[in-house]
Each structure stands twice: as structure tokens, then as C-alpha cells.
């Protein structure tokens, strides 16, 4: 059984891997950052939620378009809950639907063939067949008490522990104890892309999900991994983690009439799995007393 580390979250590197022919090379951010530009961005706040802070953030200079939620993990009733295995291969709103989350993120990577997930998987408590931890994977794991963890990648795990009942996994880690934790590369071509990201703040209480809307010349052109590890540190993110981009990036707010960014597609991807947040009314009933 591998070792997990636990402060909210504790994060440790991966090391080289390529996912969706996106690589992580092994150059110094700093020495790769394009010339520095003047923001025209425009930050719009919103509290759908109790708990909740919504951000819509837009750049027509990039151009860019930028989604956002912020999650007060002790708000009650706020609660996290990741696909069973067998609902594969949904859109992220009929998920949502489905489990009745107000808020939901397409997941993790994934065989478009068979909608298989890569990387350890599980949702409300049923670990997906065949699904298994990777090396150059990290994962999240979610208990029912919204206790989160991340496995070290070079440690892996045989099963998943007692207290877990919802994993999803991702590849690169984007920031790392408050530090950027990927490099951006000569492999990183086309560099930028449409992204979901999922991170957490030093004390473990805020969780963060962010969606780049991407491959919408003069609207959005994406981000690339060293400018979303930048912005999950800028929203308050001591570790991120970057989840499945490109098409399948997919941010859902039922208050706020449904899909909230712009997939790449045209339309949303159906997609392995997804993260939902549930938010339920403990609001006392008036009984008139």
C-alpha cells in the first residue's frame, strides 16, 4: 500500500509523461515565456452558491476567456462525487443531471474508443474495472467528509484506501507547494490548448476548478500548461493538478443556466468521467413557531 501525504492535499512532482500528444520537457519556465503583453482582462465575480465564488475572466487582447470556481470545502451541504463506472461516456450537464450536482468539470484522460478512464478511478465507492494508478499519473481522492489526497506518482497504489470513495486522475501536477511545477517546451506544439485544472489552497479549505476555453481564434486561444499552473496560483492554488483539456473541457453551473464556457468542439464532448459538487439547502424549515 503506498504512502499518502495529507495537509488538504500534499503534492509531489511527476516526471516526464505525455498525454494527448502534449509533453512536459525539461527546460526552465523562464527561459521559454513569450514576451510579456499588457493584460486587457476584465474579471467578472458572481456567488451562485453559498460557498461559492464564480469567476469569469475576459482578455479580448490574448484573446482569451477564463471559467472559475471557487468551493468553500466546509460550507454544509457543499459535497464532492465523481461517475460511476457505469455512466461512462456522458456529457458533462447529463451528469450533473444525473447526480444532481450544481457544479460539475469534465475529469480525467481517457480511450476514446472505449471511454475507459487512464488512471486510478472511482465513483461513489466503485472502483472502475481495470482501472489503475500510474506512474506518470497523480490522482485525487475524495472521501465522503470532502478529505482530499493526492498519491505521490512514483509511489502507487494497489487499491484504493477505506476513507476514498471518489478518485479522478490527471497528468501533469501544475503547481506544487506554491510552486510552478511544469516546464513549457519545444514539445508543447501547438502550445496552447483548452484546459480544466483542479487545485487547492495551502490550508486545504478552498477548492479550486478552472476552465480555459480554447481553439476560438479571436475569442479564446487557450492556455498552455505553464500559463495554467500560473493562473491556478493566481486563484489561490497551492497544489493544481491539470485534468482532461481540449474538446472535453467542460465547466457546468446550474444557476447559472448550464455550460458556462465555450467546448472546443462546438459542442460538449461525452467524456470518460467527471467531478460534480452537490450543494443541498440545510437552511432551517419555517414551521411558523
Avoid at 467528509?145 to 502507487?156: C, G, K, V
Wanted: aromatic content about 6%; overall charge negative; proline content about 6%.
Amino acid at each position: 500500500m503506498a504512502r499518502l501525504w495529507r495537509i488538504g492535499f500534499v503534492w509531489l512532482a511527476l516526471f516526464g509523461g505525455v498525454v494527448a500528444g502534449l509533453a512536459v520537457a525539461d527546460v526552465p519556465v523562464t527561459e521559454c515565456v513569450e514576451e510579456q503583453r499588457v493584460s486587457e482582462s476584465t474579471d467578472e465575480w458572481s456567488e451562485p452558491y453559498a460557498g461559492v465564488r464564480r469567476l469569469e475572466r475576459v482578455d479580448p487582447g490574448a484573446p482569451l476567456r477564463i471559467h472559475a470556481v471557487k468551493l468553500d470545502l466546509s460550507t454544509p451541504g457543499l459535497s464532492l462525487v465523481v461517475t460511476r463506472p457505469e455512466d461512462r461516456g456522458m456529457k458533462t450537464s447529463a451528469f450533473a443531471e444525473q447526480y444532481s450536482a450544481a457544479i460539475a468539470v469534465n475529469g480525467g484522460f481517457f480511450d476514446v474508443s472505449n471511454h475507459d478512464p487512464i488512471g486510478l478511478t472511482m465513483g461513489e465507492g466503485e472502483l472502475w474495472e481495470d482501472s489503475r494508478d500510474r506512474e506518470a499519473y497523480g490522482y485525487v481522492a475524495i472521501g465522503d467528509d470532502n478529505r482530499i489526497a493526492l498519491s505521490a506518482p512514483s509511489e502507487l497504489l494497489d487499491e484504493p484506501e477505506e476513507w476514498m470513495a471518489h478518485i479522478v486522475s490527471g497528468q501533469p501536477v501544475l503547481v506544487q507547494e506554491g510552486e510552478i511545477a511544469v516546464n513549457q517546451g519545444e514539445n508543447d506544439a501547438p502550445p496552447r490548448h483548452p484546459r480544466t485544472a483542479l487545485g487547492l489552497s495551502e490550508d486545504g479549505e478552498t477548492l479550486i476548478l478552472a476552465v480555459v476555453d480554447g481553439r476560438w481564434p479571436g475569442e479564446s486561444h487557450g492556455m498552455t500548461l505553464a500559463e495554467t499552473a500560473e493562473l491556478m496560483r493566481e486563484l489561490g492554488a497551492y497544489h493544481a493538478l491539470n485534468l482532461d483539456g481540449g474538446g472535453s473541457a467542460t465547466l457546468y453551473i446550474e444557476a447559472e443556466g448550464g455550460v458556462v464556457n465555450r467546448p472546443s468542439d462546438g459542442d460538449e464532448r461525452q467524456v470518460s468521467n467527471h467531478l460534480g459538487v452537490r450543494i443541498e439547502d440545510t437552511t432551517p424549515e419555517d414551521n411558523g413557531n
